[in-house]
Nanobody, 125 residues
Framework: QVHLVESGGGSVQAGGSLRLSCAAS???????LGWFRQAPGKKREGLAT?????????FYADSVKGRFTISWDSAKNTLYLQMNSLEPEDTAMYYC??????????????????WGQGTHVTVSS
């Protein structure tokens, strides 16, 4: 099992940027690591995922494609989410998650077994 701890959340004005970090401990080779978010009263939304194996494959939700970038630093065992051009609609609790295998839907949170505690992002207009 992978233990995950997020950081980097905070408050930013619309149009600004934030970088979230997720420190991972445990076996993280050949693992899918994803970012999710949940706003009050809304369903959890998958944002992006990366495979830590050889391919380094990444996949993004349409809602964040071109604005958010997921990356994995294997030397630091840390997952990142660079978020640019933030909008008030991006306000949410952000979580990182991990699992060894995924099904056809890379951003289905139900397929991820390990979760962090979350870090909150507030974007003001």
């Amino acid at each position: 099992q992978v233990h995950l701890v997020e950081s980097g959340g905070g408050s930013v004005q619309a149009g600004g940027s934030l970088r979230l970090s997720c420190a991972a401990s445990g076996y993280t080779r050949s693992t899918w690591l994803g970012w999710f978010r949940q706003a009050p009263g809304k369903k959890r939304e998958g944002l992006a995922t990366v495979y830590t194996g050889g391919s380094g494959y990444t996949f993004y939700a349409d809602s964040v494609k071109g604005r958010f970038t997921i990356s994995w630093d294997s030397a630091k065992n840390t997952l990142y989410l660079q978020m640019n051009s933030l909008e008030p609609e991006d306000t949410a609790m952000y979580y990182c998650a991990a699992n060894k295998e995924l099904g056809d839907d890379y951003l289905d949170g139900a397929l991820y077994r390990s979760w962090g505690q979350g870090t909150h992002v507030t974007v003001s207009s």
